[in-house]
Structures are given as structure tokens and as C-alpha cells.
């Protein structure tokens, strides 16, 4: 069984920076996709950005050209790099890892067999 950890979130100003990181124990990540998804107050839970074990990226379309989802494989690490925040990016944003080496992007929770506890992402305007 996989245990994740996200670690990163806070307080930024809108306009400000973050990088989440997802460590795994348990298992190898390599031969998992990730995704990350955050969920906000009175909304459901969304994808934000997946990486296949190849290291293909796939992106929400609201955060296309300021996240970038990444991988070290070395670490058993996954990231999410956040520029040019927004207050509508405020939520807990959670790991996610599904066992799986193929190049399909899975983009919905309850795809995924393992989850972290999740970390805030608070952004002030």
C-alpha cells in the first residue's frame, strides 16, 4: 500500500508562487500515474493536473500555462508548481496516485487508489 504526503501549501498573495511536493512510501511511484486535485468549499473535487509514469502531462484548463505538474522518480516525489495564483485557486489540493505505466490520462477521483491527506492553498487578493 502507497502512503502519501503533500507538503507546500500556505498563504500567497494573488499573483505569488507555490510548489507542492507528494512524497510516497510503500511503494515505487515510478510505475504509478499521479494526479493532482483540489477541492474548495461547497464544490466537488477536481483534477488539476496528471502525469502518466512516462512522464506525459495533462491540465485543467484553468490552470494551463501556470501549473506544471512534474515528477522525480529518484525521490519518489511528484510536484505542482503554481505561478501567477489567483483567489480562485484557493482549496485543499490533494495527491493522488493510481498503479499504472500505460499512457492514459485518468482525470477522475475515483480513479485513483491512493490518496494524501492534503495540504491548503490559501491565495489573497
Known amino acids: 500500500q502507497a502512503q502519501l504526503v503533500e507538503s507546500g501549501g500556505g498563504l500567497v498573495q494573488a499573483g505569488g508562487s507555490l510548489r507542492l511536493s507528494c512524497v510516497g512510501s510503500g511503494r515505487t511511484l515510478s510505475s504509478y500515474a499521479m494526479g493532482w486535485f483540489r477541492q474548495a468549499p461547497g464544490k466537488q473535487r477536481e483534477l488539476v493536473a496528471a502525469?502518466?509514469?512516462?512522464?506525459?502531462?495533462r491540465y485543467a484548463d484553468s490552470v494551463k500555462g501556470r501549473f506544471t505538474i512534474s515528477r522525480d522518480n529518484a525521490k519518489n516525489t511528484v510536484y505542482l508548481q503554481m505561478n501567477s495564483l489567483k483567489p480562485e485557486d484557493t482549496a485543499v489540493y490533494y495527491c493522488a496516485a493510481k498503479y499504472y505505466s500505460g499512457t492514459y490520462y485518468y482525470t477522475e477521483s475515483y480513479q485513483y487508489d491512493y490518496w494524501g491527506q492534503g495540504t491548503q492553498v490559501t491565495v489573497s487578493s
Open positions: 502525469i502518466t509514469s512516462g512522464g506525459g502531462t
